[in-house]
């Protein structure tokens, strides 16, 4: 899997080391703190399959769920003509504990919305007091397996 610094819309990468930022409100929309500028000459993947992958980094606490949304905007603020281009699904806070991690696909046409600004939010239920999370924008998505403790892998 390949991860681009420049298409990190929440948190970071150095090394081998992630860092999320804060997406918690209360009972509110968090915006992420990075904003991809789509004006930029850059190739965010058009024509072919596009992914918001993100991992929790903190776990959230205090509410009950949250989602995750892309969304594109005329303004950096991420506030005029704000339109979803894709969304997770509905997840309750018992499972958004640090390590946890999904993606979800982004609607191919973005170019086409003519909205300059990318960024993702975070729609909080309830009184949310805690939850980080990186996430970015790729082509692929990693594919792994967890295997219980004691069994041997051939």
Do not use: H, W
């Not at 899997?1 to 804060?22: E, R």
């Amino acid at each position: 899997m390949i991860v681009d610094a420049l298409l990190a819309v929440c948190g970071s990468i150095t090394g081998n080391s992630v860092t999320g930022a804060n997406m918690f409100a209360s009972g509110a929309t968090f915006t992420s703190p990075n904003v991809i500028d789509l004006s930029q000459n850059r190739d965010i993947g058009e024509g072919q399959d596009l992914y918001v992958r993100f991992q929790v980094t903190t776990a959230f606490t205090g509410g009950t769920s949250a989602q995750f949304q892309a969304v594109v905007a005329d303004d950096a603020g991420i506030t005029t003509n704000v339109t979803v281009i894709g969304a997770g699904k509905v997840l309750a806070n018992a499972t958004l504990v640090a390590g946890y991690r999904d993606a979800f696909k982004l609607n191919p046409n973005i170019g086409s919305l003519g909205r300059r600004y990318f960024a993702i939010q975070a729609i909080n239920v309830g009184a949310n007091t805690a939850g980080a999370v990186y996430a970015d924008v790729g082509a692929e998505v990693a594919d792994f397996k967890v295997y219980p403790s004691g069994f041997t892998v051939l």
